[in-house]
């Protein structure tokens, strides 16, 4: 049976397990919180790999050209090496995650344990939070919220939400009657201010959590889809679900998803907006650093920019177990693990007996693949039989039997001829010229035809407004009218 006090230990020692204590307890802890602060930002989550080994590697110049290199016992406070070196160590020990923007470049982000550690060193060294009216109410608020969602009597809640009417009613009959508000002191302002920016230093770290609970999902996706031990039809099945409902799959997906709930209304968002921007106006707010007057202001750009971060890693997250999962080939992923096994083995058995600077022999030549029987005869590229012969159309065949042709288009030709006969000389007008054509020449369409042809032609307009009566195939009228027109026929003419 494990005592209290080996219970206590055993915990401590995991939690110092963890990066984020890790990275506090290590030598060059101060070193490595000043610099990812000072690189990374709530304006800036990511950075450019190159600028970051830039930006690094010009802090440590400046902190070893004022001889902050020993502290005053002799110790080394800043280690060798480059930034490159310095960075890749950090990724290593899980503080800093490097992957690949959408923009097809390489970035450097926080981990959660980094956020978590640098929140944890900027409250220490900064304005430490007080026990004050602001912090109790916000406990004692949210133990009545709890008590209220877990309370299953109705009239418990009904009292409840009568008393708070009451309170609410004393307190409106009051303003109504009074006309004034009680003044807040500016002290108790400051209070409540402190309070929200406390709670808000919490939210990047969670956060991050939950973006790299996602990454750590989908590793654990790949991992039990490359190992293939389940039938592949119910390892597809599980996997698309999960990629489909990633951000359900974890504790901390589904804590996201509810609190995405309140964040994702773009009525409370806007809410928020217009109390900071209250907030911002009041006097007090002069009293308050730069500092933390920036990070009230940006409270609401800092939630929307956490939401998408995590939207945009459940949205790789899908990307990459689709991928994985159209993709997977059990027999490819297994010869590339015995290779890599292969690999890592002859290494293992070649570094302990090599010394630095000794040659290295070459791979001469790639091992041939086994690609089983090839094909050694090509197939008779020429058919084995000529096509069939295209069979004789006979011109009675394509005219239709039934009235189709009279609802088409134009009867182009009668028109032209028609119209050579009355315009030839000394030209006519053109609504005279429909008028006199026969009746199955006379439809709407036949009208625009007529148009076209003269258009051709010597077309002169006038200012009055012509009227002209049409036939449709099916014996209706229609009347019309257009901007009159003559025209007089060319002897000449390309129709």
Known sequence: MITRAEGAYLG???????????????????????????????ERPTVPVADAHTEIGDALDQLRAQGYEFRDEGARAIPEGSARDLCRQWAD????????????????????HAVGALEVAGRAGGTRARVSESRVRTLLDAVEHLAQ???????????????????????LDRIQRTGLIEDVPDEVLL???????????????????VAESIKAMQRS?????????????????????????????????????GALRLLGDPERMDELSDHLDVVLRHRFTERLPAAQRGELRDIARRIARGVEEVNRTQRQASTVITTQVRNHDPLRDRQVDELLREVMTGLQTWVPDTRPGQEVTPLRRLPLPEVGNLRRTTNDL???QPPAPLTEWDDDALTPDDDSREWGGPHYAPLTEHLYSLAADDGADLAA????????????????????????????????????????????????????????MKEDTDD
């Open 433 to 488: 010229v429909f008028a006199s054509a026969p009746a199955e020449h006379r439809r709407p369409v036949d009208l625009l035809g007529l148009l076209e042809i003269a258009d051709r032609h010597d077309l002169t307009e006038t200012d009055e407004v012509a009227y002209v009566e049409a036939i449709r195939p099916d014996g209706t009228r229609r009347r019309f009218a257009f901007g009159g027109v003559t025209v007089r």
């Open 191 to 209: 209070e409540e201010a402190e309070n929200v920016l406390h709670l808000v230093r919490e939210l990047p770290a969670d956060f991050a959590r």
């Open 93 to 112: 020990v899980g503080w800093l995650i490097r992957r690949i923007a959408e923009d097809d470049v390489e970035v450097y982000q926080l981990s959660a």
């Open 382 to 384: 020429r058919p084995p």
């Open 12 to 42: 401590a020692l995991r939690a110092f397990q963890e990066p984020m204590l890790d990275l506090l307890h290590r030598r060059y802890a101060p070193l490595v919180v000043s610099l990812l602060s000072l690189v990374f930002t709530p």
């Open 221 to 257: 996706v790949i991992t039990g889809l490359r190992q293939d031990e389940r039938p592949s039809q119910e390892v597809l099945r599980e996997y698309l679900e999960r990629a489909e409902h990633v951000s359900e799959s974890t504790p901390e997906g589904r804590a996201f998803a």
């Open 149 to 171: 969602d877990a309370d299953p009597d109705v009239l418990a809640r009904m009292a409840r939400l009568d008393g708070q009417i009451r309170r609410l009613q004393a307190e």
